[in-house]
């Protein structure tokens, strides 16, 4: 038998992959892995959190009790920051980027995460996550970072990843050499690789949209859902769960299509360009998958504000193909 192979032990031999990389990239992703085990496990205990904590407001080792996207923010936040790896953090629960080590001098890395995904699902015990990615500074070590050091494009990402807290937990991340998964094994608190080498399958089965906005988005992909419909029966299935990530892992496993689209009163959608979609779209790549907005591939979008938001199309090629043909057959985008 095979032996297991750890995230510590992954992250460690793939370092070879990247010739010019010091430990900063091997010590910031294990940092992600220990503050993935702490979250994991607040998240484990949410339906505990108004039981065992006294008079509502504190938990058992008499700490304030904290909304679990608060929660997972500083985890990570006080984790990062802790390490010599990271210069600065753009999160979505901060207004603004967070500046590292004396105004970002030291730490090769910029991170950007959305400590926790599908927020609105955590009452109703149904699987969230964790999305981030990484991007090498632009300013000079030394120098403090300026926004262009969080303005890159996805292209520009060295890692992106996130932590599925599902029926088990997983990390799943590439570092550009393709997409590898890891599952914790709960008993000893230990990531193992059980999905190398992810990728689309050739044949995709789902497609993945909030209907009840599907009268509002644009005509294309009102066109692209109603001939999936007709499809229904010869093998499509509509699958939605409301947290990006888990409906991203099943497409990603299953093969389909996620949309969430531009609306008249939302024209930008709803999604988070730095934080939802451009690491979802680095892994969609890297498993062969592809993932565009109403004009462009999401990758190549120069982002102009931290909290910038885009409709997101992600998913098997071949579908994210369907959809782009749809907007040819339209009047284009709107
Ligand atoms: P977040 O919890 O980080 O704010 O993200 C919520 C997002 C995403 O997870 C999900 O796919 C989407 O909101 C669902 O939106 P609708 O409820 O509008 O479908
Ligand atoms: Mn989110
Ligand atoms: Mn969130």
Redesign the pocket.
């Known amino acids: 038998m095979p032996k297991a192979i750890t995230l510590q032990e992954f992250i460690m031999d793939s370092q070879a992959e990247f010739p010019f990389v010091s430990g900063q990239l091997t010590r910031l992703l294990t940092d992600i892995g220990v503050a993935a085990k702490i979250v994991n496990h607040q998240v484990n205990r949410a339906g505990l959190a108004g039981i065992l904590g006294q008079s509502g407001s504190q938990n058992t080792h008499n700490e304030d009790q904290q909304k679990l996207d608060v929660f997972a923010d500083k985890t990570f936040m006080r984790i990062l920051t802790a390490g010599k790896s990271v210069a600065g953090i753009g999160s979505?629960e901060q207004e603004d980027y967070i500046l590292c080590h004396d105004q970002g001098k030291e730490g090769k890395y910029v991170v950007m995460i959305?400590p926790?995904?599908?927020?609105s699902n955590i009452d109703v015990n149904v699987s969230i996550?964790t999305?981030f990615s990484i991007y090498r500074r632009v300013t000079l070590l030394g120098e403090p970072l300026s926004s262009q050091d969080f303005l890159q494009k996805g292209t520009e990402q060295v890692v992106a990843g996130y932590i599925l807290y599902g029926s088990s937990t997983m990390l799943v991340y590439t570092t550009g050499t393709g997409v590898n998964g890891f599952t914790m094994d709960p008993a000893i608190g230990e990531f193992f690789l059980s999905h190398p080498k992810m990728e689309f399958p050739e044949s995709a089965i789902i497609y993945s949209i909030n209907d009840a906005l599907l009268h509002k988005a644009p005509q294309a992909v009102q066109k692209f859902i109603g001939g999936c419909r007709e499809t229904l029966g010869v093998g499509l299935k509509a699958r939605y769960i409301g947290?990006?990530?888990t409906d991203f892992h099943r497409n990603l496993i299953k093969g389909g299509i996620y949309l969430y689209p531009s609306t008249e009163s939302n024209p930008e959608g709803k999604?988070?360009l730095m934080?939802?979609c451009n690491p979802l779209a680095f892994i969609a790549q890297q498993a062969g998958g592809t993932a565009e907005n109403n004009t462009s591939d999401i990758l190549e979008i120069q982002p102009r504000a931290l909290h910038e938001r885009s409709p997101f199309y992600v998913g098997s090629r071949n579908m994210v193909q369907g959809l782009r043909s749809c907007w040819m057959a339209t009047s284009g985008p709107e």
Not at 116 to 119: C, I, Q, R, V
């Open positions: 979505e959305d926790l995904d599908g927020s996550g999305i947290s990006l990530v999604l988070r934080y939802e």
